[in-house]
Protein backbone atom coordinates (compact mmCIF):
# COMPACT_ATOMS: atom_id res chain seq x y z
CA UNK A 1 0.00 0.00 0.00
CA UNK A 2 2.65 2.29 0.64
CA UNK A 3 3.71 1.52 -2.71
CA UNK A 4 0.82 2.69 -4.27
CA UNK A 5 1.32 5.74 -2.08
CA UNK A 6 4.41 6.90 -3.66
CA UNK A 7 3.93 5.79 -7.16
CA UNK A 8 0.69 8.15 -6.90
CA UNK A 9 2.75 10.56 -4.92
CA UNK A 10 5.69 10.35 -7.85
CA UNK A 11 3.07 10.65 -10.63
CA UNK A 12 1.43 13.61 -8.87
CA UNK A 13 4.97 15.35 -8.82
CA UNK A 14 5.58 14.94 -12.27
CA UNK A 15 2.08 16.27 -13.04
CA UNK A 16 2.71 19.69 -10.72
CA UNK A 17 6.19 19.62 -12.96
CA UNK A 18 4.55 19.04 -16.37
CA UNK A 19 2.13 21.70 -15.88
CA UNK A 20 4.22 24.29 -14.56
CA UNK A 21 7.11 23.76 -17.30
CA UNK A 22 4.21 24.13 -20.05
CA UNK A 23 3.03 27.63 -18.26
CA UNK A 24 4.15 30.48 -20.51
CA UNK A 25 4.58 32.92 -17.76
CA UNK A 26 6.51 31.31 -15.06
CA UNK A 27 8.90 30.23 -18.12
CA UNK A 28 9.29 33.89 -19.71
CA UNK A 29 9.66 34.62 -16.45
CA UNK A 30 12.46 32.35 -15.94
CA UNK A 31 13.85 32.90 -19.45
CA UNK A 32 14.79 36.21 -18.70
CA UNK A 33 15.90 36.02 -14.72
CA UNK A 34 12.76 37.29 -13.51
CA UNK A 35 13.35 35.83 -10.12
CA UNK A 36 17.45 37.11 -10.41
CA UNK A 37 20.48 34.75 -11.21
CA UNK A 38 18.43 31.80 -9.65
CA UNK A 39 15.28 31.59 -11.47
CA UNK A 40 15.60 27.80 -12.84
CA UNK A 41 16.21 26.82 -9.31
CA UNK A 42 12.96 28.93 -8.35
CA UNK A 43 10.62 27.39 -10.63
CA UNK A 44 11.98 24.21 -9.68
CA UNK A 45 11.36 25.06 -6.45
CA UNK A 46 7.80 26.04 -7.24
CA UNK A 47 6.92 22.83 -8.49
CA UNK A 48 8.43 21.75 -5.01
CA UNK A 49 6.19 23.97 -3.05
CA UNK A 50 2.54 23.64 -4.69
CA UNK A 51 3.19 19.76 -4.82
CA UNK A 52 3.30 20.39 -0.72
CA UNK A 53 1.05 22.80 -0.61
CA UNK A 54 -1.81 20.56 -1.63
CA UNK A 55 -0.61 17.51 0.40
CA UNK A 56 -0.56 19.70 3.63
CA UNK A 57 -4.34 20.96 2.46
CA UNK A 58 -5.89 18.51 1.56
CA UNK A 59 -9.81 20.44 0.59
CA UNK A 60 -8.35 23.68 -1.45
CA UNK A 61 -10.72 25.58 -3.02
CA UNK A 62 -9.85 26.53 -6.72
CA UNK A 63 -9.40 30.75 -4.95
CA UNK A 64 -6.82 29.68 -2.83
CA UNK A 65 -4.64 27.81 -5.38
CA UNK A 66 -4.80 30.41 -7.35
CA UNK A 67 -4.05 33.63 -4.54
CA UNK A 68 -1.10 30.85 -3.22
CA UNK A 69 0.38 30.45 -6.76
CA UNK A 70 0.16 34.17 -7.83
CA UNK A 71 1.46 35.18 -4.39
CA UNK A 72 4.85 32.80 -5.41
CA UNK A 73 5.20 34.13 -8.82
CA UNK A 74 4.99 37.61 -7.22
CA UNK A 75 7.26 37.08 -4.59
CA UNK A 76 9.56 34.88 -6.47
CA UNK A 77 9.45 36.32 -9.48
CA UNK A 78 8.37 39.66 -9.41
CA UNK A 79 5.83 38.84 -11.53
CA UNK A 80 1.57 39.53 -11.68
CA UNK A 81 0.45 37.18 -13.49
CA UNK A 82 -2.97 39.25 -15.93
CA UNK A 83 -2.94 36.47 -19.02
CA UNK A 84 -5.67 34.66 -17.26
CA UNK A 85 -3.56 31.39 -17.82
CA UNK A 86 -3.55 31.55 -13.64
CA UNK A 87 -7.07 30.28 -13.17
CA UNK A 88 -6.14 27.52 -15.93
CA UNK A 89 -3.18 26.30 -13.95
CA UNK A 90 -4.86 26.72 -10.75
CA UNK A 91 -7.67 24.31 -12.04
CA UNK A 92 -4.80 21.95 -14.04
CA UNK A 93 -2.96 21.40 -10.78
CA UNK A 94 -6.49 21.09 -8.55
CA UNK A 95 -7.87 18.15 -11.13
CA UNK A 96 -4.30 16.49 -10.68
CA UNK A 97 -4.75 16.74 -6.92
CA UNK A 98 -8.14 15.59 -7.15
CA UNK A 99 -6.77 12.29 -9.00
CA UNK A 100 -4.28 11.75 -7.01
CA UNK A 101 -6.41 11.85 -3.54
CA UNK A 102 -8.11 9.30 -5.66
CA UNK A 103 -4.88 7.37 -6.12
CA UNK A 104 -6.03 7.19 -9.86
CA UNK A 105 -2.60 7.12 -12.16
CA UNK A 106 -3.74 6.49 -15.09
CA UNK A 107 -5.86 9.84 -15.04
CA UNK A 108 -2.09 11.38 -13.82
CA UNK A 109 -0.34 10.02 -16.70
CA UNK A 110 -2.87 11.33 -18.76
CA UNK A 111 -3.06 14.26 -17.93
CA UNK A 112 0.65 14.81 -17.85
CA UNK A 113 1.47 13.50 -21.09
CA UNK A 114 -1.29 16.01 -22.26
CA UNK A 115 -0.18 18.83 -21.09
CA UNK A 116 3.58 17.66 -22.05
CA UNK A 117 1.91 17.19 -25.83
CA UNK A 118 0.47 20.74 -25.94
CA UNK A 119 3.80 22.18 -24.61
CA UNK A 120 6.00 20.26 -27.50
CA UNK A 121 3.12 22.02 -29.74
CA UNK A 122 3.05 25.74 -28.47
CA UNK A 123 6.52 27.51 -29.38
CA UNK A 124 7.22 30.80 -28.74
CA UNK A 125 8.51 33.75 -31.29
CA UNK A 126 10.61 36.28 -30.37
CA UNK A 127 10.04 39.69 -31.60
CA UNK A 128 13.09 41.32 -33.28
CA UNK A 129 15.28 43.96 -31.58
CA UNK A 130 14.51 47.45 -32.71
CA UNK A 131 16.75 49.19 -35.46
CA UNK A 132 17.91 52.40 -35.36
CA UNK A 133 17.01 54.36 -37.98
CA UNK A 134 19.84 55.91 -40.20
CA UNK A 135 19.62 58.55 -42.25
CA UNK A 136 19.17 55.96 -45.55
CA UNK A 137 16.33 55.01 -43.82
CA UNK A 138 14.73 58.63 -43.58
CA UNK A 139 12.47 58.72 -46.25
CA UNK A 140 11.35 54.63 -46.23
CA UNK A 141 8.21 53.45 -45.26
CA UNK A 142 8.12 50.35 -42.60
CA UNK A 143 5.21 48.00 -42.58
CA UNK A 144 5.23 45.55 -39.09
CA UNK A 145 3.24 43.17 -37.86
CA UNK A 146 1.21 44.25 -35.18
CA UNK A 147 -0.97 41.56 -32.65
CA UNK A 148 -3.07 43.50 -30.19
CA UNK A 149 -5.02 41.57 -27.30
CA UNK A 150 -8.01 43.06 -25.90
CA UNK A 151 -10.25 40.58 -23.66
CA UNK A 152 -8.35 37.68 -24.69
CA UNK A 153 -8.86 38.34 -28.75
CA UNK A 154 -5.89 38.60 -30.58
CA UNK A 155 -5.84 40.55 -33.89
CA UNK A 156 -3.35 40.71 -36.25
CA UNK A 157 -2.71 43.25 -39.16
CA UNK A 158 -0.10 45.31 -40.73
CA UNK A 159 -0.05 49.02 -40.11
CA UNK A 160 2.31 51.21 -42.31
CA UNK A 161 4.19 53.71 -40.21
CA UNK A 162 5.91 56.48 -42.44
CA UNK A 163 8.79 58.27 -42.11
CA UNK A 164 9.16 62.12 -42.61
CA UNK A 165 12.05 63.72 -44.52
CA UNK A 166 12.80 66.32 -41.37
CA UNK A 167 14.78 65.05 -38.39
CA UNK A 168 13.51 67.44 -36.20
CA UNK A 169 9.72 66.44 -35.96
CA UNK A 170 9.43 63.44 -33.71
CA UNK A 171 5.68 64.37 -32.51
CA UNK A 172 3.41 61.10 -32.22
CA UNK A 173 0.04 61.99 -33.88
CA UNK A 174 -2.85 59.50 -33.62
CA UNK A 175 -4.50 58.55 -36.92
CA UNK A 176 -7.56 56.05 -36.59
CA UNK A 177 -9.34 54.23 -34.12
CA UNK A 178 -10.25 50.97 -35.10
CA UNK A 179 -12.44 48.38 -33.57
CA UNK A 180 -12.62 47.54 -30.68
CA UNK A 181 -11.27 50.61 -29.65
CA UNK A 182 -7.67 50.31 -30.84
CA UNK A 183 -5.89 53.49 -31.40
CA UNK A 184 -3.26 52.89 -34.54
CA UNK A 185 -0.44 55.58 -33.46
CA UNK A 186 2.31 56.78 -35.90
CA UNK A 187 5.38 58.64 -35.03
CA UNK A 188 6.59 60.74 -37.53
CA UNK A 189 10.59 61.47 -37.28
Known amino acids: MAGAAADSRALFRAGVRAALEAWPALQIAVENGFGG ?7 EWLGDAMEEYFV ?22 DTVVEDGSLPQVSQQLQTMFHHFQRDDGAALR ?12 I ?37 SQTESSDPD ?21
Open 56 to 77: RNADLELDEVEDFLGELMTNEF
Open 169 to 189: SKTVQEEDVVEDGWTIVRRKK
Open 123 to 159: TATALPPAREMDEDDANSTEEMEVTATNDGAATDGVC
Open 110 to 121: HMTSYITQRKNR
Open 37 to 43: VYSQEKA
